[in-house]
């Protein structure tokens, strides 16, 4: 895009009054009268900053495991190189290695605030967790030889590392040099073998003793190394793979988990064969031959209890007849064993312990299971392993995410209100223990807004989540698919092609904070107008209407256009629309040969019993007309101050009135222009075979997986205002098995090529040359004048007609080929009338045409304040006693907030309208175009809202080449520009939302909300309210040795690992080995992430407390060392006296 200087632009424009004649390619432009420059517009540049704020969500694609006993912090690593710890509630954050290698493990350095990494690219890193956004403090990249396995001894700076050679390295944490100290394979193993042993895949040091290491190889060769003499002292052989190993807290024993199923137990000091070998899942035979091998049992841990027997957890080990049988954890406690089923396959598990000792009693009372897609925590304490209840917001992902919406600044009852009926929702039968991860403390928020996020899912329900500073909680969770039959019957279905994997995913939502009153649209062309109650009622009859949104048609043949293989049904201008009546029920008797009237979804005909919460009020279902599928909805909004709903979709609108339960309007796009249409449309009549009236079918998400996106077909739609009717699928209709395959890495320019559904070509630039290359194949013999979607809608009271004097209540309606039209709305008094007079809505023309598909249009007043549309207060619907209360809160319906008409104005209000090419400004009544402003031209918007800020009023822009963008309104004038983020993922384009205040978000994988803030305000305060991981706790003791065992030996060996891996004993590691490399986050990258002066002083005064915490560990230690030697001491004078006289016959 060509950069400007805009005020210059601007000021050149102030003195030659005849700009109004400028062409749209400069970016602002002022084309209508002087007078209305006189707006104060307040907000500027400095205003607007972008950054991240915080992840939300199950870390997409888990694949390691930490935990931190001392902290009580969990890390979770992911194939795509993230970092995710978590602490208490509310305490979580998201890192991200550079280069984005799988992390294949993580060590913590217990109780210090660090973090080791290791990645699939065969580097390591440390990471420093003492400041609020973790930051790499070196790395150590491998040249020569792979990864396998890592080992970081409790309380020691050296880490072992493993490799797919066999050889073991020796790293030191602090400076993060290696060794020259190494373990080579031929020297561990025995020199009569001639085999290479295969890679590393345990290390880990004696309890008992630090000097003796074992190392598990592949093959299933162990080897108990002695660090000081640098040979192996045992070698236990076996003739299965090794998959892990674990000791027994007394370092006298160990167990391996092999690949055919079995445990095997051996004494350290027994060579030749197990002393024990189990086959936990295995047939026993009877005449004692070996049991019959298993599944590989891919981990195990040994964990020993003071007061009864050791615990042995492993994952796998399951026999190979048990198909189909879900993934497991066993617990073998004593003679009993239980078998805990997963729901998704197990990455890893930990047992958490009382102690971080390695030479101590474990005492497990917890084991965290990362699973694909979950994390599930057990309690071992209780009887049955119940679990625990996760307060984490990990379930985003229970049925794959098709749409978003995200309210800031909601009604402050609002969310009490939604957990008060949520929280009846709960599952039963958890432990009743608290949450073990606990680590961490809050941030100090100082933000006071609520926020709202509602997602829709594939399998129909919607959820509510709490968004308010910077945490996130489900509040309630709506199940749409209940008012409908499941089991549809293939007469019902209309075609027996018809694909059946996702028929209630939600399309899109439409919410009213104030009245609480929900409108959502499903893929199978479905409309649910929900209200809130707080009470349970039970609907005998769920009210529904059906509506033909199809129009007649010229029935001759048309020729074959270009091998296209779609010819699309479209309106003739003046068809007379259709509408069912009201009847409770689909009618059965509408199953025609033609397949007409028929709904894609049975509603239900039995008493629905409603929870309270969110209850169906009306069910709206565009049928099946003459074999043609109904048409995805492609836009809806809800006014509850007129009880009106409207949805659009490749052909036209329908109007309803909730309140009569009644379709007010039904009408085809083109009947809307009536006799202004400036396009000539050819009308063309449908093929004889039947297809889908559009049918581009599933777009595949990056990731091929099918939980990815919502699985349902497709229909073409006209804009990319609503993409995410385009890529989470649509009409129910026949021929849906074509794919559209999208490349891995979507280009912004190859995004238009693939991507970009046929549109129309604009008026004003004669066929732009982006549009006549974005047409895909598959829709060439589209008629491209010919179909016109509904892309945006808005209720307003505005003036309705150029010159008016009055305000009234519209509907302005957004199309795919840029026209904004108006349509007057004429609504009964409120009270009775409103029950019994209809409402009357009238076409009045064309207000304004635009560049690109409608993405957003709303309204400011004569001073530059956004005009909210009219609502009405939320009442309890089903209250029937206070009759006439009720009606009282009925009949006060307020509209929105307008200057009064009697003020003697020129132009009363602004109209804001953005289409994904430009944005243009209107002043009305007048109906002139005072700003223009060409915001892309050569890539698209994908998501455009006008968004409150603090100072003031401003356009927001997302664009498919990554930019986002703020505009001020009216003047249109760029206050912030930032590439952030390339479209590689049409998650994105379906799932980016803005708010008010600054805030916006997006899906950034099928399992994580990302959310992001282009407000200086809150980047500013955003250290504050990040949470802390790390908390100054104090290391438990280590475990008494006991009196004889100081007596004569025993109990835990320590090692002076420094005198024998540092650089003078073991000499320098080779260079070429590995290259170390600083990281951003050493004392520079600290200094920076601190806020100030003020996090010096804190990492300062952290520093002198740990130092004053350590010398006075060390004071009461000497103090106890001195008392000891004195009673040692007195206990010796005494027993001297008392011996002294005694002969020897005498002791």
């Not at 690109?852 to 009405?872: H, K, N, Q, V």
Request: charged content about 20%.
């Amino acid at each position: 895009m060509k950069k400007f200087n805009i005020r210059k632009v601007l000021d050149g424009l102030k003195e030659a009054s005849s700009s109004s004649s400028s062409s749209s390619s400069t970016p602002s432009v002022q084309v209508g009268p002087q007078e209305n420059n006189l707006i104060q517009e307040t907000l500027q540049s400095e205003h607007f900053q972008l950054c991240k704020t915080v992840r939300h969500g199950f870390p997409y694609q888990p694949s390691s495991m930490a935990f931190d006993p001392v902290q009580k912090i969990l890390a979770i690593g992911t194939q795509s190189g993230a970092l995710r710890l978590f602490g208490r509630p509310g305490v979580e954050c998201y890192c991200q290695h550079e280069g984005g290698a799988a992390v294949i493990q993580l060590q913590f350095l217990i109780n210090e605030g660090a973090l080791v990494s290791a990645l699939a690219d065969d580097s390591i890193h440390l990471w420093n967790l003492r400041q609020k956004r973790p930051a790499v403090l070196h790395s150590l990249k491998f040249n020569r030889e792979r990864i396998t396995f890592c080992h970081l001894p409790f309380q020691s700076k050296w880490l072992y590392i493993g490799t797919e050679r066999g050889n073991i390295h020796i790293v030191n944490v602090e400076s993060f040099m290696l060794s020259g100290y190494v373990i080579m394979w031929n020297k561990a193993i025995e020199l009569s073998s001639k085999s290479h042993p295969g890679p590393v895949v345990h290390i880990s040091d004696n309890p008992m003793d630090e000097g003796k290491l074992i190392i598990g190889y592949e093959s299933g060769i162990v080897v108990l190394w002695d660090l000081k003499s640098k040979k192996a002292d045992y070698r236990y052989t076996y003739d299965e793979a090794i998959h892990s190993v674990a000791w027994h807290h007394e370092g006298k024993q160990f167990i391996c988990s092999h690949s055919d199923g079995t445990l095997t137990i051996w004494n350290i000091r027994g060579q030749g064969k197990p002393i024990q070998t189990i086959t936990p899942h295995g047939k026993q035979p009877k005449d004692g031959k070996k049991p019959e091998p298993c599944k590989p049992i891919l981990k195990v841990e040994y964990k020993t209890t003071r007061n009864g027997d050791p615990f042995i957890i492993f994952s796998g080990g399951l026999s190979y007849d048990t198909v189909g049988r879900r993934p497991c954890l066993t617990v073998m406690h004593g003679k009993s064993i239980a078998v805990l089923e997963m729901d998704y396959p197990i990455v890893d598990f930990l047992t958490l312990c009382e102690t971080p000792y390695p030479n101590d009693f474990q005492e497990p009372y917890a084991v965290v299971v990362l699973l694909e897609k979950d994390l599930v925590v057990i309690d071992l304490a209780q009887n049955g392993y119940p679990i625990f209840e996760n307060p984490y917001p990990l379930t985003i992902h229970e049925s794959p995410v098709t749409c978003c919406e995200y309210f800031a600044d909601c009604p402050v009852d609002l969310i009490p209100a939604l957990y008060s009926v949520g929280s009846r929702q709960k599952r039963q039968g958890y432990s009743k223990k608290e949450w073990p991860i606990s680590g961490g403390n809050w941030g100090q928020g100082t933000q006071s807004f609520s926020e709202i996020i509602i997602t829709g899912h594939a399998d129909g329900t919607v959820k509510f989540w709490d968004a308010s500073a910077i945490m996130l909680q489900v509040l309630y969770k709506l199940k749409t698919a209940k008012i409908f039959d499941r089991n549809r019957s293939k007469e019902d279905k209309g075609s027996s092609e018809v694909s059946d994997e996702d028929p209630f995913a939600i399309q899109i939502m439409a919410w009213c904070p104030e009245s609480r009153m929900l409108c959502v649209a499903g893929v199978s062309a479905n409309v649910i107008i929900y209200r809130f109650s707080k009470l349970e009622v039970t609907t005998e009859v769920v009210q529904l209407l059906e509506v033909r949104m199809q129009y007649e048609l010229n029935e001759m043949e048309s020729p074959d256009g270009g091998g296209g293989e779609q010819t699309s049904a479209h309106p003739t201008p003046g068809a007379s629309p259709q509408t069912s009546g009201p009847p409770s029920h689909p009618s059965t008797s509408s199953n025609n040969s033609d397949g007409g009237n028929i709904p894609c979804l049975k509603v239900r005909s039995s008493p629905l019993k409603q929870s309270p919460g969110y209850q169906v009020d009306l069910v709206v279902q565009s049928v099946w007309v003459s074999g043609e599928p109904p048409q995805q909805i492609t836009s809806l909004v809800l006014n509850s101050s007129y009880g009106l709903v409207v949805f659009g979709n490749s052909n036209g609108l329908a109007v309803v009135d909730y309140i009569q339960k009644t379709v007010v309007l039904n009408l085809g796009t083109v009947e809307l222009y009536g006799s202004n249409d400036p396009y000539q449309r050819q009308p063309r009549s449908p093929r004889k075979t039947r297809q889908p009236s559009g049918g581009l079918c599933d777009i595949n998400e990056y990731s091929a997986t099918s939980e990815d996106r919502c699985k349902s077909p497709t229909s073409v739609l006209m804009s990319h205002s609503n993409l995410q009717q385009f890529y989470n699928g649509g009409g129910r209709g026949a021929k849906m098995s074509r794919k559209l395959s999208l490349p891995t890495e979507l280009k912004p320019d190859l995004v238009l090529l693939s991507v970009c559904p046929p549109r129309g070509a604009n008026p004003l630039d004669h066929r732009d040359n982006s549009f006549s290359r974005s047409r895909s194949s598959s829709v060439t013999s589209i008629d491209k004048e010919a179909r016109e979607a509904i892309s945006s809608f808005l209720f307003c009271e505005t003036f309705a007609r150029k010159g008016d004097c009055t305000l009234t209540p519209c509907l302005y309606v957004g199309t795919s080929l840029g026209t904004v039209l108006v349509l007057a709305i004429t609504l009964p008094s409120a009270g009775e009338q409103r029950q019994l007079q209809p409402v009357i809505i009238s076409p009045t023309g064309m207000l304004v045409r635009l560049k690109g598909s409608i993405m957003r249009i709303s309204f400011l007043d004569s001073t530059g304040l956004l005009l909210a549309p009219a609502f009405e207060p939320w009442y309890e619907p089903n209250i029937t006693a206070d009759g006439e209360e009720r009606e009282k809160i009925r009949k006060r319906r307020p509209v929105s907030v307008s200057p009064s008409t009697s003020q003697e104005l020129n132009e009363s209000q602004f109209a804001v309208v953005c289409s994904e090419k430009q944005a243009k400004v209107m002043s009305l009544p007048s109906q002139t175009c005072i700003y223009k402003h060409s915001i892309t031209e050569n890539s698209f918007i994908l998501r455009a809202d006008i968004v409150q800020m603090n100072q003031g009023v401003c356009l927001a822009c997302f664009c498919a080449n990554g930019h986002i963008m703020t505009l001020s309104v009216p003047g249109l004038r760029p206050l912030m520009d930032v590439n952030y983020l390339p479209l590689t993922d049409m998650r994105i384009a379906r799932t980016f939302c803005f708010t008010n205040l600054g805030q916006a978000m997006y899906l950034c994988s099928p399992t994580e909300i990302q959310r992001i803030t282009y407000s200086q305000e809150t980047c500013e305060n955003l250290q504050e309210m990040l949470g802390e991981l790390f908390t100054p706790v104090e290391t438990p003791e280590a475990p008494n040795r006991g009196f004889f065992k100081g007596l004569f030996g025993g109990g835990a060996q320590s090692l002076d690992r420094e005198e024998l891996f540092g650089e003078v004993a073991a000499g320098k590691a080779s260079r070429s080995l590995a290259q170390h490399i600083p990281g951003p986050g050493g004392i520079e990258g600290m200094k920076g992430a601190a806020s100030g002066v003020v996090g010096d002083l804190a990492r300062a005064r952290i520093a002198l407390d740990e130092r004053g915490q350590k010398l006075g560990e060390l004071d009461e230690r000497t103090a106890a060392m001195m008392a000891s030697a004195d009673s040692f001491s007195k206990h010796a004078h005494d027993m001297m006296l008392k011996c002294k006289d005694k002969k020897w016959y005498q002791f």
